[in-house]
């Protein structure tokens, strides 16, 4: 069964703190890691991440993979109330009967709380 | 843009009551997929379709059942909600059958008393 763990569960921190956030996983062939975003509503998409080593960035996020020891880091720099949101990682692997379309499983998510 | 767009935003049922969430895409997505929010759980998949007259189930379908009769529309149907069915529920949508990001409705909050 495919699994993605995802550390901390929540984490408080000032302004201006730098945070990093992680991702296990456990998938019968991978094929992508994903990074979402979710506020109130919705998960919006942060970033996608299928080579090992290949650092994704956007503004003060950063986003790197290692498939060899199968995690993920999200980086957030100079942190704002505004990056305040739960922060969930997603794994896709095809089924393993070979046909169809690509899984997606999320972990549980980090609760990353930014206080002024 | 709409996007993913998810019908009604908020909902109370009672137990053993029947009822669809809508979910429509203006993207021309292929894959199409639901899944429900429970706190602790993370995002659970349900049910999901490939394409117009596909679908599949996910990890959790008991209970839902869904159809996919063109590309735009993918509802989900609770036959007899149950409280264990309260949740939120998220609908999304991709190009492709995998390779792309999913892109998610605002969600349905539901409560079954």
């Known amino acids: 069964e495919d699994k993605v763990v995802q550390s901390p569960l929540s984490l408080v921190v000032h302004e201006g703190d730098t945070v990093t956030l992680n991702c296990s996983y456990e998938?019968?062939?991978?094929?992508?890691l994903l990074w979402y975003k979710q506020e109130k509503k919705a998960p919006t998409f942060l970033f996608m991440l299928?080579?090992?080593?290949i650092e994704k960035k956007s503004g003060r996020l950063s986003s790197i993979l290692d498939k060899k020891e199968l995690f993920s880091i999200l980086n957030i720099t100079a942190t704002q109330t505004g990056d305040s949101a739960v922060y969930l990682c997603?794994?896709?692997?095809?089924?393993?009967?070979?046909?169809?379309?690509?899984?997606?499983?999320f972990g549980k998510g980090t609760h990353l709380i930014i206080q002024p | 843009n709409a996007g993913v767009t998810q019908t009604p935003k908020f909902q109370v049922l009672k137990t053993g009551q029947s009822m669809t969430l809508q979910c429509a895409q203006d993207?021309?997505?292929?894959?199409m997929s639901w899944y429900r929010q429970d706190p602790g759980m993370g995002l659970r998949l349900i049910h999901y379709?490939?394409?117009?007259?596909?679908?599949d189930q996910g990890e959790v379908p008991n209970g839902y059942n869904v159809s996919r009769s063109t590309t735009e529309d993918f509802p989900l149907r609770l036959l007899s909600a149950a409280p264990s069915q309260t949740s939120v529920y998220f609908c999304?949508?991709?190009?492709?059958?995998?390779?792309?990001?999913?892109?998610f409705g605002d969600g349905t909050r539901l409560s079954i008393l």
């Open positions: 999304a949508s991709r190009q492709g059958q995998g390779g792309q990001p999913q892109h």
């Open positions: 998938v019968t062939n991978f094929r992508s």
């Open positions: 299928t080579s090992s080593g």
């Open positions: 997603a794994v896709t692997a095809p089924p393993l009967s070979g046909g169809g379309a690509d899984g997606l499983t």
């Open positions: 993207m021309n997505h292929e894959y």
């Open positions: 379709s490939v394409g117009a007259g596909i679908t």
